[in-house]
C-alpha cells in the first residue's frame, strides 16, 4: 500500500508540472486594443488606436519632413510622434535595420511597431494570428515601382515580412489624406504564423511598418485581433498520457485487490 502511495504522488507530481506547460502563450494580452487601450504593450513611432473598432494604426509619417508632398509635414502623422528615424536609432522595438533590411530587401529608413513580451516554455510551439490591412502612397512613383514599404512581424529579433506596397491589395491604396477610413472596405486580411520556442522564458512580439529606400510617401499598417496560443512539445503530451495510464493501472489493480 505504501508502495503505491508513492507511485501515486510520483504521478501527480509529474502531471502537475507537466500540466502548466500546456497552458502557456496565455500570458499574452489586450490583442485587441480593448477600449482604445494600448495596455501591456510597448510602443515605438507613429502608433495610435483608431477607429470605432479599435484597430492599431502604426505609420511612416515623420512630422519635420514633407513625406507626402504637397501635402505639409506631419500631414499624414496620426499620434503626434515622429516614426523613428534608423539614422539616429540601431533596431526598432528590439528588431535590428540589418533584420529589417534582410525582411525588405532593401535598406530600410524609418518605422513605427508594437512590442509585447510573454512567456513561454521551450519546445511549445506558438502560433501568432492577427487581421492586418496595408494602405500606401508608395504603389508607383511617377509610374515606376517604388522601393516598397512593408509590413513586417518579427518574433525575439528575426523579421518576416508579410505584405509590401507593392503586393498590397489595390483597395487598400490612397492618395492623400487617410483620415479614419470609416466609410472604407478595408480588405482586412488574416495573418497566421508558428514559432517554436527554444528557451524557457520571456519572448517578445514586435509588429510594425518600415519605409524602404528612402523618407518620402507614407504607408500605414492597421492590426487588430491579435492572439497568441501555444502547443506543447510531442514529449510533454507522451508523459501526461503516460502518466495517465499508470494512474489508471493503480486505480484497477486497486480495485482488484
Known sequence: MK??????????LCVASITPSMAQGTTFVNGNFAGGSLANWTTFGDVLVVGATKVVSLTTASLDFDDDSPLPAGFNNNSG?????????????????????????DFTYEGSAIRQDFYATAGDVLTVKFDWTFLSAEKTVNGIAAKPDFGFLAINGSAVKFIDALSAPAVSQFTGTFGDFSNVNWGWTGLEYTYTADATGAVSLVVGVADVGGYG??????VDNMSVTAVPEPESYAMLLAGLALMGGIARRRSQA
Not at 81 to 105: E, H, K
Not at 217 to 222: G, N, P, Q, V
Open 81 to 105: 510622434t515622429a516614426a523613428v528615424d534608423f539614422f539616429f536609432a540601431p533596431d526598432l522595438a528590439g528588431v535590428s535595420i540589418a533584420a529589417l533590411d534582410a525582411a525588405g530587401g
Open 217 to 222: 510617401l507614407t504607408s500605414e499598417l492597421r
Open 3 to 12: 508502495t503505491l502511495r508513492s507511485i501515486s504522488a510520483a504521478v501527480a
